[in-house]
């Protein structure tokens, strides 16, 4: 059987959200609108109500969250959180947690996004700062991403507007796709490989690999880190 794979089915990786509560411009409390380039992202969601708002070249969406609620969106989807009353949702995010470890990029305005080192001026939340400041950069970051995505939204060129962002956003991304694509040959394409095989030996009359079922559990790893679009509790697994 294809070894080397342990995470959780498909390739996908799972965290807990609770998104923002901080208020924006708008009058809106919740997260940082963003987009991923290579990964699709599902929500359900545990508890609370609120809405996901969605930008792409078919236009502006609105959907509304409640418990119970799946919504998913491929990528190059902009998507910003709304929190109407507690919010909190289990994300499912393809290719083993990519969309957390670096498929993102936010819709800060264009003058963020001219090079790596700008971008991440503006994006990494200062390590070893004390958890008030990180938190005054983090709601900072997505004060200015807000800026960027009304820009979008407002765009009398909208759909050009949205593919210049799409531009500027596979530029800033370019430099780590090496290691994204390891990501993907450890994970995603290592677990459909694993079912092929399970099911060339089954075809054989071989269920050799029955015997060697394994059980995990896991408790996070990281509680209340800030994300994009929340606090996060995180898995070591992916």
Known sequence: MVSGFGGLPGGVAVSRLRVYDWPGADGLRGGTPHLHLTCSEGYVVTGGRGAVQTLTSAGYQVAPLGPGTVAWFTPGTVHRLVNDDDLRITVLMQNSGLPEAGDA??????????????????????????????????????????????????????????????????????????????????????????????????????????????????EPAAREKFGMCGWLDTYAVQ
């Open 105 to 218: 990029v936010l819709t800060l305005p264009p003058e963020y996004l001219t090079d790596s080192a700008t971008y991440a001026a503006a994006t990494v939340i200062p390590a070893g700062a004390p958890r008030e400041e990180q938190a005054r950069f983090v709601r900072a970051r997505r004060d200015l991403a807000l800026e960027g995505y009304r820009a979008l939204r407002e765009a009398s060129d909208g759909p050009a507007a949205l593919a210049a962002f799409h531009r500027a956003a596979a530029a800033l991304v370019e430099p780590r796709l090496a290691e994204w694509r390891e990501r993907w040959l450890g994970g995603a394409l290592a677990a459909a490989r694993a079912t092929g095989e399970q099911l060339g030996r089954l075809s054989a009359g071989d269920a050799s690999h029955l015997a060697e079922a394994a059980v995990r559990a896991e």
